[in-house]
């Protein structure tokens, strides 16, 4: 779905300013051979085209235009089909005629001369997901949908027959649209649970340090180091092979060891690198410039967020901002969770959480 937003601000219907408690969706067609949303929406916001007739349903006329609907799906000057949200979804819409405008968000599908199948499958899927976003939003199920003619049915709507007059022409009905938009209801709450998991990073980072050793610490030589301290002989390289637990730093009388002015530890027992068995030691003085700590790691636990932050900007929709930022617009509904929306409105300047 390409979901865009042009409220009808200038709408008789918009300025009656009254909210419902949404219960279900009334599915309606134009009744007029002209698939583009300039006819409806408007002024021009560089993608729907000119209306040049300028008798778009936000025109202000005295009063205002007494009809209006919370979105049409049609065409955009280049051809694509998007729909656009006119109303808010839970204003009273003047669509149905009847008792359905209390309790229906109503959409119109804007006719063309109603034998062009792939305009006709390309508006078909639009409006389902459309319903499937609301279901979504208002935890509707795709039972509470119904077409105008339905809606006469059951004496909530005018005597009109849109959409029956048209759907059976391309192989479709009301049935198969519930059914359509039930299925995708059901597909989407199983990968849904995708979703926002903080990512946890654990670095392992072995501590170095040369100033200071305790008793037992466990040593093991660099392999730079060449002499044991600047007073003694040359380092072997089997010596380097192994561990070694340190016995002490100091002398009886507590001062630091110092060899050829380098601070030194008294070296004992050795363990073998391999096997971690412990062997005889070396019983020798080494500067602690020469060893490295080991066995001990210190953990670092990087908690990175779970989510980046996104700017509202005028006229988004959740619906554009899960397509732009997670690849689908039906994923608008982690967006929802993750900011603890009650309901699909936003505003400029915003800050959204969005999950990674
Ligand atoms: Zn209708």
């Given at each position: 779905?390409?979901?865009?937003?042009?409220?009808?601000?200038?709408?008789a219907c918009?300025?009656?300013?009254?909210?419902?408690?949404?219960?279900?969706?009334m599915?309606?067609?134009?009744?007029?051979?002209?698939?583009w949303?300039?006819?409806?929406?408007?002024p021009?916001?560089?993608?729907?085209?000119?209306?040049?007739?300028?008798?778009?349903?936000?025109?202000y006329?005295?009063?205002?235009?007494?009809?209006?609907?919370?979105?049409?799906?049609?065409k955009?000057?280049?051809?694509?089909?998007?729909?656009?949200?006119?109303?808010?979804?839970?204003?009273?819409?003047?669509?149905?005629?009847?008792?359905?405008?209390?309790?229906?968000?109503?959409?119109?599908i804007?006719?063309?001369?109603?034998?062009?199948?792939?305009?006709?499958?390309?508006?078909?899927?639009?409006?389902?997901?459309?319903?499937?976003?609301?279901?979504?939003?208002?935890?509707?199920?795709?039972?509470?949908?119904?077409?105008?003619s339905?809606?006469?049915?059951?004496?909530?709507?005018?005597?009109?027959?849109?959409?029956?007059?048209?759907?059976?022409?391309?192989?479709?009905?009301?049935d198969?649209?519930?059914?359509e938009?039930?299925?995708?209801?059901?597909?989407n709450?199983?990968?849904?649970?995708?979703?926002?998991?903080?990512?946890?990073?654990?670095?392992?980072?072995?501590?170095?340090?040369?100033?200071?050793?305790?008793?037992?610490?466990?040593?093991?030589f660099?392999?730079?180091?060449?002499?044991?301290?600047?007073?003694?002989?040359t380092?072997?390289?089997?010596?380097?092979?192994?561990?070694?637990?340190?016995?002490?730093?100091?002398?009886?009388?507590?001062?630091?060891?110092?060899?050829?002015?380098?601070?030194?530890?008294?070296?004992?027992?050795?363990?073998?690198k391999?096997?971690?068995?412990?062997?005889d030691?070396?019983?020798?003085?080494?500067?602690?410039?020469?060893?490295?700590?080991?066995?001990?790691?210190?953990?670092?636990?990087?908690?990175?967020p779970?989510?980046?932050?996104?700017?509202?900007?005028?006229?988004?929709?959740?619906?554009?901002?899960?397509?732009?930022?997670?690849?689908?617009?039906?994923?608008?509904?982690?967006?929802?969770?993750?900011?603890?929306?009650?309901?699909?409105?936003?505003?400029?300047?915003?800050?959204?959480?969005?999950?990674?």
């Amino acid at each position: 779905m390409e979901l865009k937003k042009q409220i009808l601000t200038n709408n008789a219907c918009y300025k009656a300013n009254q909210k419902i408690k949404v219960k279900g969706i009334m599915v309606h067609s134009t009744g007029a051979n002209n698939p583009w949303l300039k006819r409806y929406v408007g002024p021009d916001d560089g993608y729907l085209g000119v209306n040049t007739y300028g008798n778009h349903w936000n025109t202000y006329t005295p009063g205002g235009r007494q009809i209006c609907c919370h979105a049409f799906i049609g065409k955009l000057k280049d051809g694509s089909i998007a729909t656009y949200q006119t109303l808010p979804w839970d204003h009273r819409g003047w669509h149905a005629g009847g008792a359905a405008n209390n309790t229906h968000i109503g959409f119109e599908i804007c006719e063309d001369g109603l034998t062009d199948k792939t305009y006709f499958n390309k508006v078909y899927k639009e409006a389902v997901e459309l319903c499937v976003y609301l279901c979504k939003l208002y935890g509707l199920t795709a039972d509470n949908i119904i077409c105008h003619s339905e809606g006469y049915k059951k004496g909530i709507a005018t005597n009109h027959g849109d959409v029956m007059h048209w759907f059976p022409k391309h192989g479709k009905s009301m049935d198969t649209f519930r059914a359509e938009v039930k299925k995708a209801l059901e597909g989407n709450s199983k990968t849904e649970t995708t979703t926002t998991k903080p990512t946890t990073t654990t670095t392992t980072t072995t501590t170095s340090k040369t100033t200071t050793f305790k008793e037992k610490d466990k040593v093991e030589f660099k392999a730079s180091a060449t002499k044991y301290n600047p007073s003694s002989s040359t380092i072997p390289d089997w010596v380097k092979e192994d561990y070694y637990h340190v016995v002490t730093q100091t002398k009886s009388n507590g001062k630091a060891v110092k060899k050829g002015g380098k601070t030194c530890v008294l070296l004992g027992e050795k363990v073998n690198k391999k096997t971690g068995k412990t062997e005889d030691g070396i019983n020798t003085w080494v500067a602690i410039e020469n060893l490295t700590l080991v066995g001990k790691t210190t953990t670092t636990t990087t908690t990175t967020p779970a989510y980046t932050t996104y700017t509202v900007k005028e006229n988004d929709t959740l619906w554009d901002i899960a397509k732009a930022k997670l690849g689908s617009g039906l994923r608008y509904t982690e967006i929802v969770k993750l900011n603890n929306l009650k309901n699909d409105t936003i505003y400029e300047g915003q800050k959204l959480k969005i999950p990674n």
